[in-house]
């Protein structure tokens, strides 16, 4: 076994030695899932013929007895497991959600009775303080020092509160210029701990937020154009996507090309060629853009200028949009070089 699992066995084990009772053992056993999967107070209560009022009544006595004994140094086996959680948080930012910690300290990835067991030992621990999962909050664990679990989760909605008043995702560089901590890192570490917060190539933002959160395959299509911020072709989006680290990433080429037809969002500006409408691309063809151009102008636009404003949206050959503005039903030529419309 791993020298670091040894210790934590240990301090587990010890622990639940001051536990005098054989009932109370079980009660803490099944409430923390150290031997299997977590179980509630009626689960328990059913199990030992007791109301679920009086196991939430003797589970808080057990941990007020655990936190004492730990506190008076009467668990030897704990200062060891502490040690080494503490040191894997200081690494981490201080603070960190139970998954990533268990996994950290483990060096791989870790089985539930594994995280539970670091969460039991951290719960009457001196040295450390627990932030319970639920709707808002992912199980965590942090350093006492650093603050109580009212203050980690205070930090915790700062940091969605500022997210919010941006109204678009922001860089770990960006809320350091907007909050007080001593590194990003300690951000990081805190922002992962929120149900309400989802990361991805380096930007921090509302989990609804498809740039950061996406969800469906245009979501990813609009990440990734997003983020090279060029028009690409359709094969190289669902290259990227094979590529990149969302959650679902097995799509075919044909799948990316029948999404972007369909969402407004994207625009077909050449061959196969897409670009986000958000950056002033329209659709319509070329002779619908040089149109749309010259309604905008006061005055008659030489060739040159027109070809220079429908390649800023549009990925055409020159000849292409000359051969457009021969069409007499459409477009007037009022001198040698420029133009109007009919």
Do not use: C
Request: hydrophobic share 35%; charged share 35%.
């Amino acid at each position: 076994m791993d020298q670091n699992a040894e210790i934590l066995k240990n301090a587990i084990e010890g622990s639940l030695k001051i536990i005098e009772q054989d009932r109370e053992k079980e009660i803490v056993s099944r409430r923390f899932g150290l031997t299997g999967t977590k179980e509630t107070l009626e689960q328990i209560g059913e199990m030992l013929s007791i109301t679920r009022e009086r196991v939430r009544q003797l589970e808080k006595a057990i941990l007020i007895r655990l936190q004492i004994s730990a506190e008076e140094n009467q668990i030897p086996e704990l200062a060891p497991a502490e040690k080494i959680l503490i040191r894997n948080l200081t690494e981490m930012g201080r603070v960190a959600r139970l998954s990533d910690l268990a996994d950290k300290v483990y060096g791989r990835k870790t089985e539930p009775t594994e995280k539970t067991g670091i969460y039991f030992i951290a719960t009457f621990s001196k040295g450390l303080t627990v932030i319970e999962e639920n709707d808002r909050y992912h199980a965590a664990i942090g350093i006492s020092e650093y603050g109580d679990s009212r203050k980690i989760r205070e930090r915790v909605d700062e940091i969605v509160r500022v997210i919010k008043e941006n109204k678009k995702p922001m860089t770990l560089d960006e809320l350091d210029n907007k909050l007080n901590y001593e590194h990003p890192d300690h951000i990081r570490a805190v922002a992962s701990i929120s149900k309400s917060l989802a990361t991805l190539n380096g930007l921090w933002g509302l989990a609804k937020w498809p740039a950061v959160n996406p969800k469906n395959i245009r979501d990813k299509i609009f990440v990734i154009l997003e983020t090279r911020k060029e028009p690409m072709h359709f094969s190289e989006i669902a290259k990227e996507i094979q590529e990149s680290n969302f959650k679902r990433k097995n799509v075919t080429v044909q799948a990316i090309h029948n999404e972007l037809i369909k969402d407004s969002r994207f625009v077909l500006i050449g061959r196969g060629i897409y670009a986000l409408a958000s950056w002033g691309y329209k659709k319509g063809t070329i002779s619908d853009i040089i149109r749309s151009i010259l309604e905008k102008s006061d005055k008659p636009l030489s060739r040159e200028e027109i070809v220079k404003q429908v390649l800023r949206v549009r990925k055409v050959k020159e000849t292409t949009i000359l051969l457009n503005l021969q069409n007499k039903k459409s477009f007037k030529k009022v001198d040698k070089n420029s133009y109007t419309l009919a």
